[in-house]
């Protein structure tokens, strides 16, 4: 079992910046995708971004890409999201996870049903 916590989530401006941290414990995987997700109120899931832990590989959802950018810190187990340039419309609960990395591509892993353990979420709201 994997233990998934988020934090730094929080209220901002448009234009402003927030980082995301998601810590890992547990049985982690050796080789894993790491991901995150949002959703905003009265709508579905979104998959923001995704990166393997093996090859470093990363993808963006067209929404947010130019804009945040997903790390890693191998040694603390810990995965990032660095949100830029935010936007009203970025307000949503921010959600990772994590899934057995394949040889699919690295967007495979947003797909629903990829991911096995979740984070309970952090709060993003930006204010116009």
């Known amino acids: 079992h994997v233990q998934l916590v988020e934090s730094g989530g929080g209220s901002v401006q448009a234009g402003g910046s927030l980082r995301l941290s998601c810590a890992a414990s547990?049985?982690?995987?050796?080789?894993?995708?790491m991901g995150w997700f949002r959703q905003a109120p009265g709508k579905g899931r979104e998959g923001v971004a995704s990166v393997y832990t093996g090859d470093t590989s990363t993808y963006y959802a067209d929404s947010v890409k130019g804009r945040f950018t997903v790390a890693l810190d191998k040694d603390k187990n810990t995965v990032y999201l660095q949100m830029n340039s935010l936007k009203p419309e970025d307000t949503a609960l921010y959600y990772c996870?994590?899934?057995?990395?394949?040889?699919?591509?690295?967007?495979?892993?947003?797909?629903?049903?990829?991911?096995?353990?979740w984070g309970q979420g952090t709060q993003v709201s930006v204010s116009s």
């Open positions: 547990g049985d982690t995987y050796s080789s894993a995708c």
């Open positions: 996870a994590t899934g057995l990395a394949t040889t699919a591509p690295v967007y495979a892993c947003l797909a629903p049903g990829f991911m096995n353990f």
